[in-house]
């Protein structure tokens, strides 16, 4: 059973930084894909990011397209989210997810673990 801890997130305006960190522990982590999604206020959990076990191959959302950097560090167990000029409707809570397989995937049944979310807050 995998086990996720996400950290990094925090306030921020519009323009600015963030990176998230995520945690794997519990399974080989260097064997399957990870991915990144969010939800906001009042909406339902979206894909953000992800990435296929070998960092290979990275995939996103369009809203979030030339802004986020998804990245792994298979030595450290550790995926990450880089997001740069951050606006107010990325403001979300976000979900580190565990991979069925090494191949990453947009939807969230194919995410066998998650994270208890970080919370990101992009004020204008």
């Known amino acids: 059973q995998v086990q996720l801890v996400e950290s990094g997130g925090g306030l921020v305006q519009a323009g600015g930084s963030l990176r998230l960190s995520c945690k794997a522990s519990?399974?080989?982590?260097?064997?399957?894909?990870m991915g990144w999604f969010r939800q906001a206020p009042g909406k339902e959990r979206e894909f953000v990011a992800a990435i296929t076990w070998s960092g290979y191959n990275t995939y996103y959302v369009d809203s979030v397209k030339g802004r986020f950097t998804i990245s792994r560090d298979n030595t450290k167990n550790t995926v990450y989210l880089q997001m740069n000029s951050l606006k107010p409707e990325d403001t979300a809570v976000y979900y580190c997810a565990a991979g069925r397989s090494s191949w990453a995937s947009r939807l969230d049944t194919e995410y066998v673990g998650w994270g208890q979310g970080t919370q990101v807050t992009v004020s204008s």
């Open positions: 519990g399974r080989t982590f260097s064997n399957y894909a």
